[in-house]
Structures are given as structure tokens and as C-alpha cells.
């Protein structure tokens, strides 16, 4: 029988960790992350795809998105990363469940001669604001233009695209009122290890205006229960607000 953990946070001080056990903590703690399927084009117009979970949009206006794309193990630079170093374009394809085998075939590392797209069965329509393709597939697509590019460390870039138009599955958009059917969407996520999730669950959670968190707070400490502290700690973390702060927050 396994022992439970005992209570508490344990500490990774990341200055004495390996490339390998920071990457482990890092994907299986930010979770889930969506998946980019990139499709570029190389200097010869032969299409690649390769997805990409160090992906996110970091901004609504001007639409950007960013993907990190680490070197393969010699240092050279993964197909995606050399086709927007040279082209300066590429399509985010979102990935759905009904893709998801697909996708994974996209990440088998093939030469750069292969056109994942056509290895994988699945169906290229041609860019509108870029010259690579997008997949017809995918319930999403954003065409981007390299925005900017950060080296990060000896082996990894992060790359900022600028949205410049998005294609989105009918059943899945009102293009009336621009809301989208996320359920129809049925994106998936990368967990840690070889793990994913949908986003078959989901609920709804209004942000609150400062009036209605504090009509909430007074209407929650009516009904709390007497006898029963509310947030019982039973962590070994010692709160910050019970250090020796003389309950003052320090300056960071
Ligand atoms: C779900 C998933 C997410 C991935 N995320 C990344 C990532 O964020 N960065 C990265 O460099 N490689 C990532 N990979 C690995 C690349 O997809 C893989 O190296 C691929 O062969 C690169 O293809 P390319 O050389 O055609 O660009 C991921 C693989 C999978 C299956």
C-alpha cells in the first residue's frame, strides 16, 4: 500500500535542476496547453507540420500568438523553425479530438523533403493572407506573420506571429456576434508525459465587479457555519500573512 504525502508544498530550486527534470516540471504544471498543428512552407514550397505545445495567444490587439520551438539534438534547427526563419509565415492549425492520430504523426521527425500533411491524410487548402497551407480539418486555422523572434538559451526560440486572419469551421462560429462554440471546437490539450485532456468539461465563471465580490463576501460570511474556520490550513506552508511581517506585506 502506498503512504500518503505528507501535507505541504515540496520545493524545486531550479538552478540545481537538469534541462531534462525542468522541462518535466514545467510540462506537467502548466496544464492544459493547446496545441499549434504549424503548416509552413520551405524556400522550395514543400509543406511541413509539426505540432507544438509551448504555444499560446499573448494577445487579443494586435492578435498574437506564440510558439517555442526547441533545435533537434545536433543543434540544427527543426523544419518548422527554418521554414519561418526563411519564409517568415506560418498557420496555426488547432487540433481537435477527430485529429489527434494525425497530429501525432505530424511529430514523427521526418526528413524535410516529407510533407507531413499528405503522410498523415490530411487535407491542405491554400493560405489566404499566407502562402502556406492550412488544414482543412482543422476546426480553426490562423494565418500568421512572424512578428518577432527570441532566442532563448543555446537550442530553443520562441516565435511571436501576428494574427493576420482566421478561419474557423462554420458550425463552430456565429460570424454575427464572432462567438465561438468551444464545445464544438472539442480542442485538446497536452498534459505532462505523453497525457491529454478535451475540454468536454467546462464551466462558466463571470468575472466579478468589486461591488458584486464584496456583495458576495458579506453574503457568504452570513451563511458561514459557526465553530468552522473557513480556509482550515492544514498545509505545513506557513501563510505569508502569519510570518513575523507585523502584518504588513514586505516589499518585493
Ligand atoms: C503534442 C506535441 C507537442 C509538441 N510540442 C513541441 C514544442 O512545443 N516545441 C518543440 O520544439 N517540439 C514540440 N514537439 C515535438 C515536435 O512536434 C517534433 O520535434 C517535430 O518532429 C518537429 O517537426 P519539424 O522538424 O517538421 O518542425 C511536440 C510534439 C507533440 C506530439
Not at 489527434?100 to 523533403?113: E, H, L
Not at 458579506?218 to 502584518?247: F, I
Amino acid at each position: 500500500m502506498s503512504s500518503r504525502p505528507p501535507p505541504g508544498h515540496t520545493h524545486f530550486d531550479f538552478s540545481g535542476l537538469s534541462g531534462r527534470d525542468k522541462y518535466k516540471l514545467i510540462i506537467g504544471t502548466v496544464i492544459p496547453r493547446p496545441i499549434a498543428l504549424v503548416t509552413t512552407i520551405d524556400e522550395n514550397g514543400v509543406v511541413n507540420a509539426a505540432p507544438f505545445s509551448f504555444f499560446n495567444a499573448l494577445s487579443g490587439d494586435p492578435a498574437i500568438v506564440a510558439i517555442g520551438v526547441e533545435n533537434k539534438a545536433d543543434m540544427s534547427f527543426k523544419d518548422t523553425g527554418h521554414n519561418i526563419r526563411m519564409t517568415e509565415q506560418f498557420t496555426v492549425n488547432i487540433v481537435d479530438q477527430a485529429m489527434i492520430d494525425a497530429m501525432n504523426t505530424c511529430a514523427v521527425p521526418f526528413p524535410p523533403d516529407v510533407d507531413e500533411v499528405d503522410v498523415a491524410g490530411l487535407t491542405q487548402v491554400p493560405g489566404v493572407h499566407v502562402s502556406c497551407p492550412r488544414i482543412l480539418e482543422a476546426p480553426a486555422a490562423l494565418e500568421c506573420k512572424r512578428y518577432i523572434t527570441l532566442e532563448i538559451g543555446k537550442s530553443r526560440e520562441i516565435i511571436l506571429g501576428e494574427v493576420m486572419g482566421v478561419f474557423i469551421r462554420n458550425d463552430c462560429v456565429n460570424p454575427l456576434n464572432k462567438h465561438v462554440d468551444q464545445k464544438r471546437m472539442d480542442a485538446v490539450g497536452r498534459l505532462g508525459g505523453h497525457d491529454y485532456s478535451t475540454i468536454r468539461d467546462q464551466f462558466t465563471l463571470p468575472t466579478m465587479s468589486v461591488a458584486e465580490w464584496e456583495s458576495r463576501n458579506s453574503n457568504l460570511d452570513d451563511s458561514k457555519e459557526p465553530g468552522k474556520p473557513a480556509g482550515e490550513q492544514k498545509q505545513q506552508d506557513v501563510p505569508l500573512s502569519k510570518q513575523q511581517t507585523g502584518g504588513k506585506r514586505p516589499k518585493a
